[in-house]
């Protein structure tokens, strides 16, 4: 046990090198890091959001508003197809039904026959899979011969539905937070439904939530100019228009056009600037070719005529057309703050979310807490492993030194290994390192238990040191991988700051049984062939 | 130079005769937190409840709590609670889980912020929603049975059977009791408790299986003596290891209790209690449960051949 090949002991010392090369970066700042040679091991802990302030927002797509915004629009091209066939197929009571189905009876159950023909198309076939090779629908339908219509969601089609509108929701939000210029946010799917954001090191949680979790469809619409928005609030507005109300405190109500001229998907480009006369923050946004085409022709007919610009049915801007507007580019002017002004061109050139998402998690940290929580963390772990040293040597006197050395190479190595795993480390991910240096003097305390039993069994100091190592083995893994087991299974079924304990944890009992048997022995063999003792002090 | 030494050399304490005590306030303490965790439940955090924690730090001088809290009270936000948090001028907010979906949640805090403004800095903000902490609640509790599980096998696949059952009865024990002290204290039950439990589990299985080693080692040692005597001796062997670990794990648990900030102060208490808690059940569940179940009976078959030829060291 007390002997080691030239190879072993080149191989030890080696680890605890790398070890304490790769923990180094943690002593220095980024900008020192990134002046180093490229040689050099330039990987640092990553903070956990409870350490270096941040966001951490878990949104779920919002399923009902999704199927109500399908339904409505099969609605729309029910009533068209059925509108435009030759001669009109007559119907009733078209509407949603349950917010899960699209319900109908047609007038004349003679054109049961040329309904089915012209509705068949309405099932809207997705991409079939590529695995399976059969074909997916959107919908599915029953037609009765008494002339009752049903449309429903198919279960695949619904399900494949909300996988795109996630993938693609990632996608504007991407190009929406990269705008804010935080420090490498991260935006990921979590299972069917769900997208995580987190952004560490941000100071100001709640402009991202307000970027990320905002639909912001825009939309332009004519203003009604026939009938009042009183008379509309007061009994109903007219077919084919909508009321909506302005961002203003106390909100304006206006009465507009229900179909869109224009939306946020014909837009190019959008910046935020001053406005020339008055000086206030505006946006500048300009149409694509065919947007342009469609302003210019709408607003050549309605010289005079107000239109809305509508953000996620708020009217945020209602000016008057005074001339025809040929370049397809025009401003939005609207109260703005410079801020406000820079989020919405930002919005509008990331484009729409494809549906509502509500936060279903939020855990955000200020910048304050975390530094807190840091040197909290930084001083308790100081305070810790002075205390547990100074205990190992007082019990163990020459033994105790040495497990400090090996507590010593431990540290290097956990923190090697975390650094080099880009591991986050957190407030728990703390408390387990300051767990592992107690369990770690542990393996120490059984090797240097089982050494005083030989000796006082009679043992000569080699024998006693030798028994003490081999005997206390058995024990050291038993222990250690009872722990193990637990902390891996902490990690696969934790999530968040737990799986950060987890880690810390299952390093640090790896480190532990390496530095505390395999070094110590090693240290303790050193000893022995330069002194030579014949008892032991211990 | 004389070495620190927390129990003497040579100790032979009894133990197990002492087991039917130990047993008793052992079974009164399972059956107390069994009944306190019916009666009275635990004082479940977001993690598992759902609602929204908030701890503010007011700009000027210390926080009002009393003004603080009737100012809440106008918001109608149904059960808000309201308490200091570590320094006179932070304030931790912890508002129930609002009627109405996952939007509700993000309407409180915002009516909250709107309150305070810009006195305060909002150091903190913690929501979460009805169907997250159900998941959560369900994904912590199937982390300790499944952990649990997986150790019971490791250790019946290491040792004989009867210190698989001991083992995972000495942690039960020490989960369950953990779980009154929760429960009595009303401490807040999050997923860091989870997180703490699952330590001591671990710390606990650790503690257990350094004493059962001995076990066995002296099973096949001494195949005359008596079992009871046997265990007596195994942990008195093992006594100055037993208490010089659980000191030096609590000088580092107790650093981090008292410097390590407020937010992980009833983690780390937890587990504190943890040790204390798991150290206890190692000496007086574990080894005397070796006993009600017939151990003696199944290794002395098992354990011979090599075992005769060991050298053995008197205790």
Known sequence: MLYFARWKTVLILLTILVGILFSIPNFFTREQVASWPSWMPGRQLVLGLDLQGGAYLLYEVDRGSYQQKRLQSLVGDIRNALRQSEPRIGYTGLGIKDNTAVELRLRDTARVADARERLKDLVNPLDASVFSGTQINEFQYTISDDGHIRFSFTEEGLAQRIRSVVDQSIEVIRRRVDQLGTTEPSIQRQGEDRILVEAPGLSDPERLKAMVGQTAQMTFHLVDVNSSPEQAIQTRPPAGDMLVYSTDDPPVPYLVEETPLLTGDDLDDSQATFDQRSNEPVVNFRFNTAGARKFARVTQANVGRPFAIVLDNEVISAPVIREPILGGSGQISGNFTVQTANDLAILLRAGALPARLTIIEERTVGPGLGADSISAGKIASGIGIVAVAAFMIASYGLFGILSCVALFANMALIFGALSFLGATLTLPGIAGIVLTVGMAVDANVLIFERIREEVRAGRSAISALDAGFSRALGTILDANITTLIAAVILFYLGSGPIRGFAVTLAIGIITTVFSAFTFTRFLVAMWLRNRRPSRLPI | ?315
């Open chain 2, 1 to 315: 130079m004389r070495l620190l030494r927390l129990v003497p050399e040579n100790t032979n304490f009894g133990f197990m005769k002492n087991r039917y005590i130990s047993f008793t306030l052992s079974g009164t303490l399972i059956i107390v937190s069994i009944v306190l965790f019916l009666s009275m439940g635990l004082n479940y955090g977001i993690d598992f409840k759902g609602g929204t924690v908030i701890e503010m730090e007011t700009k000027d001088g210390p926080a009002n709590i009393g003004d603080i809290r009737s100012e809440l009270s106008q918001l109608q936000l149904g059960d808000v609670q309201v308490q200091e948090f570590g320094a006179p001028n932070d304030v931790l907010i912890r508002i129930e889980r609002q009627q109405g979906g996952e939007s509700a949640q993000q309407r409180a805090i915002a009516l909250v912020r709107d309150t305070f403004g810009d006195t305060v800095n909002f150091r903190r903000v913690e929501v979460v929603g009805p169907r997250v902490s159900g998941e959560l609640a369900q994904a912590g509790t199937l982390a300790v049975l499944a952990s649990l599980f997986a150790v019971l096998v490791y250790i019946w696949f290491r040792f004989e059977w009867q210190f698989a059952v001991g083992a995972v009865a000495a942690t039960v024990h020490d989960v369950i009791i953990t779980i009154g002290m929760f429960s009595v204290l009303r401490l807040d039950f999050t997923l860091s408790s989870i997180a703490a439990i699952l330590t001591i589990v671990g710390y606990s299985l650790n503690d257990t299986v350094v004493i059962y080693d001995r076990i066995r080692e002296d099973l096949r040692k001494f195949k005359k003596k008596p079992l009871l005597e046997l265990l007596d001796g195994s942990i008195n062997q093992t006594l100055s290891r037993t208490t010089m670990t659980s000191f030096s794990t609590l000088l580092a648990l107790g650093s981090l209790y008292v410097f390590g900030g407020e937010v992980i102060r009833s983690f780390t208490f937890a587990m504190i209690w943890g040790i204390g808690v798991g150290t206890y059940s190692s000496i007086f569940v574990a080894a005397p449960i070796l006993n009600f179940l017939n151990l003696r009976n199944d290794t002395g078959k098992s354990g011979d051949g090599s075992a005769e030829k060991e050298q053995a060291t008197p205790a």
